[in-house]
């Protein structure tokens, strides 16, 4: 770098000058004590064979194989830690679903209790029975309308994947339609169930689904279906279809039987006293 | 060749050798072998273009490592760490690809 500035006082400034730094590492780009290139030597080959170059070749080929190696190790690590969290996260799954059968065999051995203690009046039983079927408290059974959603099938188009919003739209319009008990992928609905969108995935009832989504509702079938389509829901889902392709299947689920809703639960509603 | 068999005995011995690097110099792992091929390309340019010393390639080598790790450690203590490991690792790249061309240059006259 030393003879940069004599070169400039002799002959006028070239344009340019500043870019000295990047002409330089150009230029230099072959250390210039090999001396110039344009000037090989008779002995320019042969010193490749000494002691010293090998020795320099060596210990480069060690420095490139231990970062090769530790790159390695360091990917299958990650792989192993990834694994082990999954494991963590299905086995965390496998015990709340133990939990929630736990929890719906209690209700029902409450309910069993409940009726036969005889503290309710013929009335209130009834009323109590009728009130569980719809919020979500007991398992029902009855016809039902099957619905299928999925993504459309080009990824690339934007808008073409489902999310909790179309989720919403399609369940509150089977409620509109009369719907009397509701469940997306198994999991049953109550009022208090929550339809939200984390990440990438939908959860409901703070579990994650995969697509496709299978909603399966009870009611009056021709009811329900004619009522879904004239209501907001169905027609949310038919732009849906038209303009991002996405799916929607309706069809007769013949009769089901729909779980109990094992998270029920009130938080701020207090009993009425009479 | 004699100097491409003990490169290839290099890589093949680290890789199962795994010597231990003192954990202080493994993060500047990566920038002494970029600096390390920037030194091995000049190396097999010069080679080329008959004008290779031996000499002046082990102090290539070295002063290509050493000051290259220098310059990423200094950055390290004075909080630029990242910034000028991104430079040093510039000039070398533009170094290594300049002498890359001249090889293929005078490998195959075109």
New interface residues.
């Given amino acids: 770098m030393a003879g940069l500035h004599s070169t400039s006082s002799e002959a006028p400034r070239r344009p340019d000058e500043s870019m000295d730094l ?1 002409n330089t ?2 230029k230099q ?3 210039p ?5 344009t ?3 008779p002995d ?2 042969v ?4 002691g ?19 790159t390695q190790r360091g990917a299958s690590n990650a792989a192993l830690e990834r694994e082990q969290l999954i494991g963590h996260i299905k086995a965390a799954e496998q015990k709340q679903d133990e939990l929630h059968e736990r929890v719906r065999t209690l209700t029902k051995e409450n309910a069993a209790l409940e009726a036969s203690a005889a503290g309710l009046s013929p009335a209130d039983q009834a009323r109590l029975a009728e009130l569980s079927m719809s919020t979500g408290m007991v398992a029902v059974t009855g016809p039902a309308l099957r619905i299928t959603v999925d993504d459309g099938a080009d990824a690339s188009v934007k808008g073409s994947r489902v999310v909790d919003v179309d989720l919403r739209y399609a369940v509150n319009g089977l409620r509109l339609a009369g719907a009397e008990a509701i469940a997306i992928n198994g999991h049953r609905l109550s009022p208090r169930t929550a339809i939200r969108g984390a990440g990438d995935a939908i959860t409901v009832d703070y579990r994650s689904l995969s697509r496709p989504y299978t909603i399966l509702a009870i009611g009056d079938r021709r009811h329900l279906e004619s009522g879904f389509q004239a209501s907001a829901g169905g027609r949310w889902w038919k732009t849906l279809q038209e303009n991002y392709g996405l799916h929607l299947e309706i069809a007769d689920a013949g009769t089901v039987t729909l779980p109990a809703d094992p998270g029920l639960s009130v938080s701020k509603a207090k009993p009425l006293k009479k | 060749m004699i100097a491409l068999l003990g490169l290839l005995i290099g890589i093949i011995v680290g890789l199962i050798w795994q010597p231990a690097l003192p954990a202080v110099l493994q993060p500047y792992l990566p920038i002494a072998i970029v600096a390390a091929l920037d030194a091995l390309f000049g190396g097999f340019r010069a080679y080329l273009n008959r004008v290779f010393d031996d000499k002046v390639f082990v102090v290539s080598f070295a002063s290509n490592v050493l000051i290259a790790g220098l310059i990423v450690w200094v950055g390290d203590m004075i909080g630029v760490g990242s910034q000028l490991s991104t430079a040093v690792v510039v000039v070398l790249g533009i170094r290594i690809f300049t002498n890359a061309a001249a090889i293929r240059r005078a490998l195959f006259h075109a």
């Fill in positions: 990047l590492v150009f780009a072959l250390d004590s090999y001396g110039d290139e000037k090989p030597r320019g080959r010193k490749l064979r000494s010293k170059s090998v020795v320099i070749l060596i210990l480069c080929g060690l420095l490139l194989g231990l970062a090769l190696g530790n």
